[in-house]
């Protein structure tokens, strides 16, 4: 089986972490199949953190996050080593860092205005060292892959998974409707442990083809 990640834009009132809390204090969590272990289904993001002017207000939702009992920190729409930086300052001065689940992007960048080099397992370990040191932490949790990167990108990346240096692996895709034969191809052939797909009302692909294939 594989764990969906659905992107969606939510209000965080109190209703609804009320809602999601199955005990008092405690966020829903479901288990990820390829190991059991289990997981806040409330995950948070930052898109626009670095340039904003209001640095005290993000710190305040980070560390409300995790006083609320939020794990899951999804680095992926980091645009720059920056942004997750900035990230993993501010986890490390809250002391929250070893209580996240930290999840980023899989892309191996070369220098500043230069084309990606062609995937490697050293330029993989390369990156994996990178994801690490910006956040302090010895593996990384998950790094969810592209459909186009993943083929190229995959064999290095589980071996640094069988070193110990990451701990899942997933793809995504932000047009599942374009993408979908990409996407069937790795989940039928690949050990994937997450999948993260755009799924809306519009397109009814995801719950007929993309969900059953998961619980397979």
């Known amino acids: 089986g594989i764990t969906l990640g659905a992107g969606a834009t939510l209000a965080l009132t109190p209703e609804l972490l009320r ?9 829903l969590e ?36 995790v006083d609320s009992g939020g794990r899951v920190f999804d680095a992926m729409h980091s645009s720059n080593p920056a942004a997750e930086q900035f990230h ?10 070893n209580k996240l689940f930290w999840s980023t992007k899989g892309t191996v960048s070369g220098p500043p205005g230069s084309p990606p080099p062609p995937p490697s397992p050293a330029g993989v370990k390369a990156a994996v060292d990178a994801w690490s040191e910006r956040i302090k932490a010895p593996r990384m ?3 969810m892959l592209g459909t186009g990167a993943a083929p190229a990108v995959l064999p290095a990346l589980k071996e640094q998974k069988q070193a110990g240096r990451v701990r899942y692996i997933g ?8 993408q979908s034969a990409q996407l069937e ?7 994937l442990d997450f999948i993260g797909v755009d799924y809306d009302v519009s397109n009814r692909h995801v719950e007929d083809v993309i969900l059953p294939l998961a619980l397979e």
Not at 36 to 53: D, I, M, Q, R, Y
Not at 88 to 97: F, P, Q, R, S, Y
Not at 171 to 178: A, E, G, H, P, R
């Open 185 to 191: 191809a790795l989940m039928r052939n690949e050990p």
């Open 30 to 65: 479901r288990a990820i199949p390829s190991t059991g272990e289990k997981l806040p289904v409330v995950g948070l993001s930052f898109s626009n953190h670095v340039t904003c002017a209001d640095q005290a207000a993000l710190r305040e939702v980070f560390k409300t996050f």
């Open 19 to 27: 809602a999601l809390q199955q005990a008092p204090g405690r966020l």
């Open 171 to 178: 793809v995504q895709t932000i047009s599942v409707k374009f």
């Open 141 to 143: 949790d998950l790094v």
């Open 88 to 97: 993993a300052t501010v986890a490390n001065e809250l002391g929250v860092a």
